[in-house]
């Protein structure tokens, strides 16, 4: 069972437009983490999302927590050609300390 | 300040052989995950240790897979008798002691080929 679904799968846009993924789950959450993922890197964490309603910046990265913690977005403006990646959400699971992730969504930027 | 460390990068290994995949965790950092990633998915859960101890391999095959992370050492994943369905990329991440809301660190990876 997918606990966390990642939209759009695929994204390829030109340089300098902005964009929107986004994060999906049926439950609730204490938290959420925001990954990106280079071809032949491991997944660097981006920003930890906690309080429903947060909006955390990072350079022209836009994170927004849902109200009801069920969900995610990240928001990219004037995307440029180093933003190119899989963007990968993820969760802790319950109590434990292992993380769920989404399927990710790969994003390409077009000079 | 070292991030996790994790070898071979790429292994090749014919079926039936041994693969063992390595990982040093971040300084300080005493919790280790394995993860597995098949191409054009998102990471799978494996197995959760702490020194000396697995606390949780709920995501792991049953049989011919095992992890252990000693007192002194790298954390080992160790892949038994492998078949072709076992290529993948391993990646192994870490954690603090106390981590309020679990946030891990990955290394680069361990790319598996069976052939």
């Known amino acids: 069972t997918q606990l966390l679904e990642q939209s759009p799968q695929f994204l390829s846009i030109q340089e300098g437009e902005n964009l929107t993924v986004y994060c999906n789950s049926s439950?609730?959450?204490?938290?959420l983490q925001w990954y990106r993922q280079e071809p032949g890197e491991g997944p660097v964490l981006l920003v930890t999302?906690?309080?429903?309603?947060e909006v955390k910046k990072l350079k022209r990265l836009t994170f927004q927590f849902g109200d009801a913690r069920k969900d995610s977005s990240l928001h990219i403006t004037a995307a440029q050609p180093g933003d190119t990646g899989l963007y990968l959400c993820?969760?802790?699971?319950?109590?434990?300390?292992?993380?769920?992730f989404g399927q990710g969504t790969r994003l390409t930027i077009n000079p | 300040n070292a991030g996790v460390m994790q070898n071979p990068r790429h292994l090749v290994r014919r079926r039936g052989q041994e693969a063992r995949l390595r990982c040093s965790p971040m300084?300080?950092?005493?919790?280790v995950y394995w993860y597995r990633q098949l191409p054009e998915e998102g990471l799978k859960f494996m197995v959760y240790?702490?020194?000396?101890?697995?606390?949780?391999e709920s995501g792991m095959p049953k049989e011919r897979f095992s992890a252990e992370f000693p007192k002194e050492g790298p954390s080992i994943l160790r892949i038994q008798q492998v078949v072709r369905g076992d290529s993948a990329a391993y990646f192994c991440?870490?954690?603090?002691?106390?981590?309020?809301?679990?946030?891990?660190?990955f290394g680069p990876g361990t790319r598996l080929t069976v052939l």
């Open positions: 991440a870490s954690s603090p002691q106390g981590s309020a809301y679990n946030e891990q660190f």
């Open positions: 439950s609730v959450f204490s938290s």
């Open positions: 999302v906690v309080t429903g309603g």
């Open positions: 993820a969760r802790p699971r319950g109590g434990a300390q292992k993380l769920v």
């Open positions: 300084k300080g950092h005493s919790h």
């Open positions: 240790l702490q020194k000396e101890n697995i606390i949780d």
